[in-house]
């Protein structure tokens, strides 16, 4: 960057604060909305709290895999979002702490793309993957830069590995500490990156081994790749230490995850479902660049994407093909990654479970394939020019990305609002009928269960996450969904506890004498043709 005149180091600057300040502004305008945690969020907290109370999670949240037929329960791989999000939740409480915790996340990925872009190819090319970052972020909402939940805060950070797992392939070992950070969290986070990230970070560390064995030959001055390899080497201990107990001595939950994509039992979506999402993810105008509404991917793609999805995809080989004979190992190594990971995102649809498919979840692959294999072709489309167009052409290429960036970023800020937001709709009359029970209820020791409508998978959770950060001690009895809050909540039959809260959207009066209504909260289900949902909270004696 010291190279750079002042201009362009104000540019580079201004690249990085902006995207490291987009997530934060997206967690301060919800806030001020009156955003709180519920439904998935809201069980994130509750491990969040986990950390902070000494009952270390050691794996991610439950998946829905058995639910599709797999019939092994799985958790997602790692609890590193666990971890870092709790110093926010600590200094700035379970509510502000939580969304701010994970924008920063966010925000650390996005800034890290554009650092790890501009190592690459300077403040073109920096400029180009921050253009790519925040239309996939306006792509995908810009609720998704404060959202705790696991399939969104890794979206931004699977892209970043992508763009780290070049750097360790093109040899820049300097890379190496936020390569494992990045690769870390992508692989922990969400089985959807775990399916994509793997094969990419195998072969950045086979590479990366490589090119250390290289420099170890041919330099004497090596200290600064000791360095590097011993930070590296200590943060991947110390960031998988917990999955790699639990796989030793507690749920083995890797094995699990194993099974469940490789079982025969398993009925998987098969190649043609995901051969469709390749070329739908690619196919102009690409899927990181448009916006889509609930499940607006999920259409047949017709002939033109699907020819128009792979032509893109064999343009990157060909030009890699090309960098390679050119002996440009860097921009060879660029077109591989991108390669290799719409293999695998594709591969992991294959192996999805009939009916995963319909979550956008499971698909967040799409995403970030998308736009990094068009920042890819970009790039490498630019570095096929003559040197002399591309010297004609730089600084108004760099102004027309800017411009571009510009308002991309102001679409992803001008999409973020609580009614849009994963139970933001809910989130005041959540609000109302929490504060209400807090209010009611004395801190004790509670059983809890819940009766009714799916509001009460959204409200039930953030009832317990606040009575549970409150200091009460809960224990859940839902039955399967149980293990979502952590095996140390779970009830057990004859534990004694102060009585029995019943979370319902059920009107009953059969409910034992003595039985006390804390709370009565109408919540508005559909603006549009007024339905609404009445949920209750009752105080039941004992343990109901």
């Known amino acids: 960057m010291r190279d750079l005149p002042a201009a362009q180091q104000t540019a580079y600057a201004a690249i990085l604060v902006g995207l490291g300040l987009l997530p934060i502004l997206s967690a301060v305008i919800v806030l001020m909305q009156g955003w709180r945690p519920a439904g998935d969020n809201a069980l994130i907290g509750l491990r969040v709290h986990d950390v902070l109370t000494a009952h270390f999670p050691l794996i991610g949240q439950p998946t829905t ?65 921050a253009l790519g970052t925040v239309a996939m972020a306006r792509s995908l909402g810009g609720n998704l830069l404060h959202d705790p939940v696991s399939s969104n805060v890794g979206a931004v950070m699977a892209l970043l590995l992508l763009f780290l797992a070049w750097s360790v392939l093109a040899g820049d070992l300097r890379a190496i500490p936020a390569f494992v950070f990045a690769g870390t969290f992508a692989l922990q986070d969400h089985l959807t990156y775990l ?26 001055s090596n200290e600064w790749l000791k360095r590097s390899l011993r930070v590296g080497g200590i943060m991947g201990v110390v960031l998988w230490f917990p999955v790699l107990f639990d796989e030793a001595f507690g749920d083995h939950n890797l094995t699990a995850i194993f099974r469940t994509f490789t079982g025969k039992r398993t009925a998987s979506e098969g190649l043609g479902f995901a ?138 800020v001008g999409s973020v609002d609580l009614q849009t937001d994963r139970d933001g709709r809910t989130a005041p009359d959540t609000t109302a009928l929490v504060e209400r029970v807090k209010h009611m209820l004395p801190k004790g020791r509670y059983r809890v269960t819940f009766a009714g409508g799916s509001v009460v998978v959204s409200v039930g959770p953030a009832l317990v996450h606040a009575l549970d950060y409150r200091g009460d001690d809960l224990k859940v009895d839902i039955g399967p969904f149980s293990r979502a809050y952590a095996d140390h909540r779970g009830y057990h039959k004859g534990q004694k506890v102060d009585g029995t809260l019943l979370v319902t959207a059920e009107a009953s009066t059969s409910y034992p004498e003595g039985t006390k209504l804390l709370a009565r909260q109408r919540f508005q289900v559909n603006r549009q043709d007024g339905a609404v949902n009445v949920i209750r909270v009752y105080l039941l004696q004992g343990d109901g």
């Open 65 to 129: 895999g058995e639910n599709f037929g797999s019939g092994i329960a799985t958790s997602h791989p790692g609890p590193i979002e666990f971890y870092l999000v709790a110093p926010f939740v600590a200094v700035l409480g379970p509510i502000v702490g939580l969304a701010v915790g994970a924008a920063a996340i966010n925000a650390a990925a996005m800034a890290g793309i554009a650092w790890a872009a501009f190592r690459r190819g300077g403040l073109g090319l920096m400029t180009l993957a």
């Open 195 to 220: 399916g994509t990230g793997t094969p990419v970070v195998l072969m950045a560390i086979a590479a990366g081994l490589w090119w250390s064995r290289q420099v170890w030959k041919r330099s004497r």
């Open 275 to 412: 051969a469709k999402r390749l070329a739908e993810a690619l196919a102009p105008w690409p899927m990181f660049s448009r916006r889509f509404g609930p499940l607006g991917y999920l259409h047949t793609p017709d002939t033109r994407e699907l020819v128009s999805g792979y032509l893109v995809l064999a343009a990157v080989a060909g030009l890699g093909a090309y960098f390679a004979w050119r002996k440009r190992t860097d921009l060879a190594a660029m077109a591989a990654i991108a390669l290799v990971a719409a293999v695998a995102g594709a591969y992991s649809s294959v192996k999805l479970p009939v009916g995963a498919g319909i979550q956008a979840s499971n698909l967040r692959w799409m995403w970030t394939v998308s736009a990094f294999v068009w920042v890819t072709l970009a790039w490498l489309l630019w570095q096929a020019l003559k040197p002399a167009w591309r010297q004609f052409l730089d600084v108004p290429a760099i102004a027309l990305c800017g411009l571009a960036l510009a308002l991309a970023a102001s679409g992803v």
